[in-house]
């Protein structure tokens, strides 16, 4: 297969016209579809071209080829099908991230009017002929409007990308259900490692009546070769690079030793000269933030990458692009290349063939070892891939012992061989072969029974679907699980009903003919079970708060961190540093060592209105059962945030997050949408508003492209006018986009420079004179000057002479006049200090230069006064 044209030539054009109303035949369909993909300079593999002759002739593919052999093209192939018959087809992936990649990519194809998506957090146009969706939204769907007596539940075609994420223990209800409530649609079912599908051409022939074609392919495009490595990997890397087998993706299990990896090779010669200054006129003038920005900017321009799902997605992108141009050698990251990274690669080197899967260290399963596997050789590039894996450290060291031995018997028998650490997974030569040899498992069943799966069920329309209880009983019956697991399933079932009843939420009631079924007492909402199922919560809880309350502002942030995913990273790094803050105070207390660790034990990352929101959350929960499956979770990461006056920078280095700040922007990402779209018209107050300003602009300021993305999403467009040549965030010059200036949005800047300000008066409160000094030593306020300032206010008030409550932090006590002396880019920000007497009579006062603020991305503000007003 040859090298793609440019995208932009246009698959509609090759849809052949209907005649007398009639649909395009198969031999026209399958003509114009390789047309336009020979137009675009791809002839297709004997796999893909087998798979589109199925499809256009209506039997469902399962398609059980490599990586790298062109899946992706025949998932259009099948969408183009089903437009061109006037059907509608829906798209599935496991992460919201490939969604909203293959969205875009259809978009190009099909154009904006006819694709559309929904994730859960985002819809667009979702009445569009092609959907792309996460399987737990089309399963949803599916168990709302389809079944086997289902009229018409406007799912024509399923393709599933990635289905081996079917045997999910968690997930894999998602990937069944449409196979067993859609048997009128089409199925592409797609992954490199589905191992055996004789169940799943039987049960889907049996179901559907429709022919099953199951396309596979040992023969990949770019073969590979398989080596066991016992020799140090520095070497085995200095190997590859000298020999042209890079880019070499060198694989670990963790995040931090991704990291370490990177740091240990900085002392080997990866790129010559030339190539380190082609990699610095690649960069031209991409900010590389500080903390890991910092390290990941000096691995880069010794030609050394490193891309795992903790980075910035600025930062895994300038990495994917850097090794596309050719110009890392190595990267360093983690297994998640398995699932669509984007990082084109000739080389894997797995330095383990041991994981932790959150229980327990194992061993890699087939599937896995394939998945990643199967990311080395470029199709297009390579003309053979290697994959090699290396043996345990303490067997290369004794590799390393024998060889300085040599033939000396005496020396030989001296030798104390190591052995692996004592309780350690281990894995050999034969470890590897078995993984090598062995076909990817076959795809075991897990299928789940909820709260919203039933009351799905329950929502169909009898008069399109039938009898919900025969629907349930379906469903109960013929799903892929063990005969004891569908009794398990049944006895849920008959939990969830009495707990619906008791609810008032459904009723038994006798049909004509004598015999029963159930019946919703409700309306639910349209899409309960289809975006964030926490959010209608949310919107019931803010009206539990009281919009002139002190707190109003924090409290809604805190109703709407509550309804979010758990960040466990940070939640984790929040728990670090209060359990060292507790431990400070118990030793200061006087307690022992036994007593604080047991203390300890009580001691999590903070969690604001838990009280009232559990409470709520379990009343709300008797009239909203279908929620009864989630998990409300209070924390605090962006009211930490504004309670601190904290940047991001300063909140990943207080709870030590380098390495994991992209979940950090993530998280804050998240928050932001669902505050924009949440927070009723009553509860946005200014203050609210303002602490959303400042969020998006915080996100904005740190990797603009989730927010990008999120906006692109409900304008999409056909030209290239918004995505900067594709090579986002690089612009075509090779240089970062630009970013608004840190003035531009003056709703957000007022909350930067009422941060900068409060966080001087958590400093005067504790009379931390000394990084007051160091904050603004500089303009002539040094420890001195802020202590011969103060002192006269503690010994009027006492020790608690400065409170940092909500209270202090209101915003009627900072007056923000705009313009000095007739120049507008100066302002004069007073922080008046709340004293315990309510005087008020005391002020810090500053001048804000907005040109200096600019040029520094932060508030730039210079201290005048710290006196009685």
Same mark, same amino acid.
């Given at each position: ?21 009639? $649909? ?39 398609? #059980? ?105 968690? =997930? ?330 008791? $609810? ?175 927070? #009723? ?30 906006? =692109? ?40 420079? =009422? ?115």
């Amino acid at each position: 297969m040859t090298t793609p044209a440019p995208a932009s030539i246009s698959l509609l054009s090759h849809i052949p016209p209907a005649v007398d109303g009639k $649909a395009p035949d198969p031999d026209e369909l399958y003509e114009g579809f390789t047309s336009w993909a020979n137009d675009r300079g791809l002839d297709l593999y004997p796999a893909q071209s087998e798979a589109l002759i199925e499809l256009v002739s209506g039997s469902h593919v399962i398609l #059980s080829t490599p990586t790298g052999s062109g899946k992706s093209l025949v998932a259009i192939g099948a969408h183009y099908v089903a437009l061109a018959e006037g059907k509608r087809s829906f798209y599935t992936a496991p992460l919201k991230a490939l969604v909203s990649e293959k969205f875009f990519a259809l978009v190009d194809a099909f154009g904006s009017e006819n694709v559309g998506m929904m994730t859960g957090d985002s819809s667009v146009n979702p009445t569009a002929p092609i959907i792309c969706c996460t399987a737990e939204i089309l399963a949803n769907i599916a168990l709302r409007t389809g079944g086997v007596e289902a009229e018409d539940p406007g799912v024509d075609q399923v393709v599933m990308d990635e289905f081996h994420f079917y045997a999910d223990p968690q =997930r894999g209800w998602a990937w069944q259900v449409p196979l067993l409530e859609l048997p009128q649609a089409q199925f592409l079912l797609m992954s490199a490692t589905l191992g055996d599908t004789d169940m799943f051409e039987k049960d889907l022939e049996e179901r559907t009546g429709r022919s099953v074609a199951v396309v596979t392919s040992a023969d990949r495009p770019v073969p590979l070769n398989f080596n066991y490595v016992i020799e140090p990997l520095v070497e085995v890397i200095e190997d590859l690079v000298h020999t042209h087998r890079s880019p070499v993706y060198v694989v670990h299990f963790t995040q931090k030793d991704a990291v370490d990896r990177a740091q240990s090779l900085m002392s080997m010669n990866v790129a010559s000269r030339a190539e380190k200054d082609a990699i610095v006129e690649e960069l031209g003038d991409f900010r590389f933030t500080s903390g890991f920005g910092k390290s990941l900017s000096k691995y880069l321009r010794q030609g050394i990458g490193v891309h795992h799902a903790g980075m910035l997605p600025k930062y895994r992108r300038v990495v994917e692009r850097l090794t596309q141009k050719g110009l890392l050698k190595v990267v360093c990251g983690t297994d998640t290349l398995g699932v669509g990274i984007n990082v084109p690669i000739r080389t894997v080197l797995l330095t383990s063939l041991v994981k932790f899967d959150g229980e327990r260290m194992r061993h890699l399963s087939a599937r896995e070892f394939h998945q990643i596997s199967g990311r080395a050789g470029r199709a297009g590039y390579d003309t053979v891939g290697d994959v090699l894996v290396m043996a345990p450290e303490h067997v290369i060291e004794n590799r390393k012992l024998l060889e300085r031995a040599g033939d000396d018997p005496k020396k030989i028998k001296k030798i104390v061989r190591k052995k692996a650490p004592a309780g350690a997974v281990n894995w050999t030569d034969k470890t590897f072969e078995r993984l090598r040899d062995a076909d990817p498992e076959p795809l075991t069943s897990h299928f789940t029974v909820s709260h919203a799966m039933v009351l799905n069920v329950l929502a169909r329309s009898t008069a399109t679907s039938g009898d919900p209880i025969d629907a349930m009983r379906h469903l109960l019956t013929t799903n892929h699980d063990t005969e004891p697991q569908k009794a398990a399933h049944v006895r849920q079932v008959f939990r969830i009903y009495r707990s619906l009843r008791q $609810a008032g939420i459904v009723e038994k009631v006798r049909n004509p003919g004598g015999s029963y079924t159930v019946r919703l007492m409700v309306d639910l909402p349209r899409d309960f079970a289809l975006n964030q199922p926490l959010s209608p919560f949310a919107l019931a809880a803010l009206d539990l708060l009281e919009p002139t309350s002190p707190t109003h502002a924090l409290d809604v942030v805190s109703v709407i961190e509550a309804t979010l995913d758990d960040p466990r990273q940070v939640l984790y790094g929040q728990q670090r540093a209060a359990r060292g803050e507790a431990i400070g105070a118990m030793k200061a207390e006087g307690y022992d060592y036994d007593e604080r660790m047991a203390a300890l034990e009580d001691v999590l990352w903070p969690k604001p209105l838990e009280e009232m929101l559990q409470a709520a959350f379990a009343t709300y929960k008797k009239s909203n059962p279908w929620i009864a499956d989630q998990e409300l979770s209070p924390k605090s990461v962006v009211r930490d945030m504004v309670e601190r006056a904290q940047t991001f920078n300063e909140f990943v280095s207080k709870y030590q997050l380098d390495r994991t700040e992209g979940v950090v922007l993530r998280y804050l990402a998240d928050a932001y949408r669902t505050l924009r779209q949440t927070v #009723s018209a009553e509860h946005r107050t200014e203050e609210v508003e303002e602490i959303i300003e400042w969020l998006g602009e915080l996100v904005r300021g740190v990797d603009s492209s989730l927010l990008d993305e999120w906006e =692109r999403l409900a304008n999409p467009v056909d030209d290239d006018a918004d995505s900067l040549t594709g090579d986002s965030p690089l612009n075509g010059t090779g240089t970062e986009a630009p970013a608004r200036p840190v003035t531009g949005n003056v709703r957000s800047f007022r909350v930067l420079l =009422r941060n900068a300000l409060f966080k001087r008066v958590e400093l005067a409160a504790r009379e931390a004179y000394s990084t007051l000094g160091s904050l603004d030593g500089k303009d002539g306020w040094d420890a001195d000057a802020w202590a011969d300032a103060l002192d006269p206010m503690f010994d009027h008030y006492g020790d608690d002479a400065i409170g940092i409550d909500p209270a202090a932090r209101s915003p009627k006590l900072v007056t923000i006049t705009e313009g000095v002396d007739g120049n507008p880019r100066l302002w004069t920000v007073r922080q008046v200090l709340d004293d315990p007497d309510g005087d008020h009579d005391w002020a810090i006062t500053v001048i804000v230069d907005l040109d200096a603020s600019d040029e520094a991305g932060e508030a730039v503000l210079r201290v005048t006064g710290v006196a009685p007003m």
